[in-house]
């Protein structure tokens, strides 16, 4: 799990100014973007505190590991003291990397930039940025990160 956290650590968010991409999310599985994990204690479990980054990553009991197709190893959900501000979907393995990129492409349209390995992409929106990092390993992952105030 380290590597997610290093990976996304690593990553700078929201540089400029950026248009909203088709169907921006304002909440990621039923949590708004800033909400208090108080409000989702019951069904979050600590797994991880990333303290240079003051973020805590949880982990749902029974989450749903799909995204449409694809097959994910783990999604972790992150509140800092400003609440909910990032998702980390895990790829199961490198070949679900497609899959994923296939249901981004499907839920947000064309991506705003192709990046790293064959399915690298990234939506920019006005308050949510989406980075599907393809390593091409089966380390890839889908990371949701919340511009919240």
Same mark, same amino acid.
């Given at each position: 799990?380290?590597?997610?956290?290093?990976?996304?650590g690593?990553?700078?968010?929201?540089?400029g100014?950026? =248009?909203?991409?088709? *169907?921006?999310?304002?909440?990621? %599985?039923? &949590? $708004?973007?800033?909400?208090? #994990?108080? +409000?989702?204690? !019951?069904?979050?479990?600590? #797994?991880? !505190?990333?303290?240079?980054?003051? @973020?805590?990553?949880? +982990?749902? #009991?029974?989450?749903?590991?799909? +995204?449409? /197709?694809? %097959? =994910?190893?783990?999604? =972790?959900?992150?509140?800092?003291?400003?609440?909910?501000? @990032?998702? #980390?979907?895990?790829? %199961?393995?490198? *070949?679900?990397?497609?899959?994923?990129?296939?249901?981004?492409? &499907?839920q947000?349209?064309?991506?705003?930039?192709?990046?790293?390995?064959?399915?690298?992409?990234?939506?920019?929106?006005? *308050?949510? /940025?989406?980075?599907?990092?393809?390593?091409?390993?089966? *380390?890839? +992952?889908?990371?949701?990160? !919340?511009?919240? $105030?």
């Amino acid at each position: 799990m380290k590597r997610f956290f290093c990976a996304w650590g690593a990553i700078i968010f929201f540089s400029g100014t950026a =248009l909203a991409f088709s *169907n921006e999310p304002s909440a990621f %599985r039923g &949590i $708004q973007w800033g909400e208090p #994990v108080t +409000m989702h204690s !019951s069904t979050l479990k600590l #797994v991880q !505190s990333d303290k240079d980054q003051g @973020v805590d990553y949880y +982990m749902r #009991v029974k989450d749903d590991l799909t +995204m449409r /197709r694809a %097959r =994910l190893a783990s999604v =972790l959900y992150g509140f800092s003291k400003k609440g909910f501000e @990032v998702a #980390v979907l895990a790829a %199961r393995s490198a *070949n679900e990397t497609k899959n994923i990129y296939e249901a981004c492409v &499907i839920q947000w349209g064309e991506p705003d930039e192709h990046t790293t390995g064959t399915f690298g992409a990234e939506w920019r929106g006005e *308050n949510v /940025r989406i980075q599907l990092i393809d390593g091409q390993t089966k *380390n890839d +992952m889908l990371i949701i990160q !919340s511009k919240i $105030q």
